[in-house]
């Protein structure tokens, strides 16, 4: 078997047989196919896709890949979150500790930034000392002991997906659903969790960019789900706004710290609240009103906050930073960007200001690209706000004064005035069991 033939197959439209696909991913894992080869076959399928059989192969050879987590110890109780990704998305750091507050059992695995969008175990390193390599014995006890553990992907867990993760982030095939779909469901299955909630973000932050795209994204995930044994939740979410006001990875701590404090932006919160609903309501087998009666009560009386800073504390960093926001380090230069117009905010696309993000070191642009933690961009207004010429729209965090002409151009470039004010899209369009 080569594996020129195969990425001719696909290239011209063909349909991949179950052998071909096991048979690359393995080879590819193991390191007998080099990167160049693989980019090419990603690149055949985003303009060939695959059908709902190749999909479901490729998702079982990437779970397979490595290590299964056997999680069967806690029985019903294990509870997993994961988000198409999105620009602003701090929701595992509030969701987390507020389902395992609750009762949940959460053992989750997640990813680093990919794209224009962030990724958890970057947010979580904004700790000093916040261990995201733990072994299998330290991520069983902690589980066991407090209830919630979440660490990076480690070579032994769908190492397959590992690879084709980063190969994806930069060589622009990341919005494919085959792939997308591939890699979640491979990570979710081989982390072992029996009940998944799915956000599956649309707009122009998302990776999906109309609703009917995630929607089809979404049914793809939970029928792989079903097939293996789990019970799954899909709710289709807004991403054409960024999430919250802050974006980058202490900024995004923070103000999930916020929400998690019972403050924070109102759709931040109303999101984790039903992500953390959902995953109560499977995992303990509640009606959704008394799931979403019983997390709203945890994060007011300050229980979940209290969970997240021994969860912060038992992977290894300093818990007074739960506490005291100004112990995480601050970027140098501070540069805002000003209306030069009066009116309504009636565009705001959100991949643009995840891009502009990433210029200023918040992302990767490339594999080896190392991230300023502090870096980022504070909004100060969002779709519908209405500024006087001058207002301040967002500020700009970095440490390299370089970085501030190409990401303001970008940032910029990203909003579109209006006379009157837009009809905004709802948070939650819809919900798949």
Known sequence: MRMYDIIEKKKTGGELTDEEIRWFINEYTDGNIPDYQVSALMMAVYFRSMTDRETATLTA??????????LSEFGEL??????????????????????????????????????????????????????????????????????????????????????LYAL?????????????????????????????????KYGSGGFMKTAEDAEVLATNMVEIGKRNGRRITALITNMDVPLGYNIGNSL??????????????????????????????????????????????????????????????????????????DLFPKAAIAYDIKACNSGYISHMDAEMIGNAATILGAGRASKEDVIDHSAGIILKKKNGDYLNEGDVIMTLLTNDEGRISSAEKMATGAITFADKAPELMPLIHKIII
């Open 61 to 70: 050879a990437i779970a397979e890949s490595g290590k299964m987590l056997d």
């Open 78 to 163: 294990t509870a997993d979150k994961h988000s198409t990704g999105g620009v602003g998305d701090k929701t595992t750091l509030i969701v987390a500790p507020l389902a395992a507050s609750v009762g949940c059992k959460v053992a989750k695995i997640s990813g680093r930034g990919l794209g224009h969008t962030g990724g958890t175990v970057d947010k979580l390193e904004s700790f000093p000392g916040f261990n995201t390599s733990l072994t299998a014995e330290e991520f069983f006890n902690q589980v066991r002991n407090i209830g919630i553990s979440v660490i990076g992907q480690s070579e032994g867990i769908a190492p397959a997906d590992k690879k």
């Open 168 to 200: 994806r982030d930069v060589t622009a095939t990341v919005n494919s659903i085959p792939l997308i779909t591939s890699s979640i469901m491979g990570k979710k299955l081989a982390a072992g969790s029996k009940n998944i909630v799915l956000d599956v």
């Open 252 to 325: 995004e701590v923070i103000e999930a710290i916020s929400v998690l404090r019972g403050e924070g932006p109102e759709d931040l919160r109303r999101i984790c609240i039903e992500l953390a609903s959902a995953m109560c309501a499977s995992t303990l087998s509640l009606d959704i009103k008394e799931a979403r009666a019983r997390v709203i009560e945890s994060l007011q009386s300050g229980k979940a906050l209290a969970k997240f800073k021994e969860w912060i504390s038992a992977q290894g960093s300093d818990g007074e930073y739960t506490e005291n926001a």
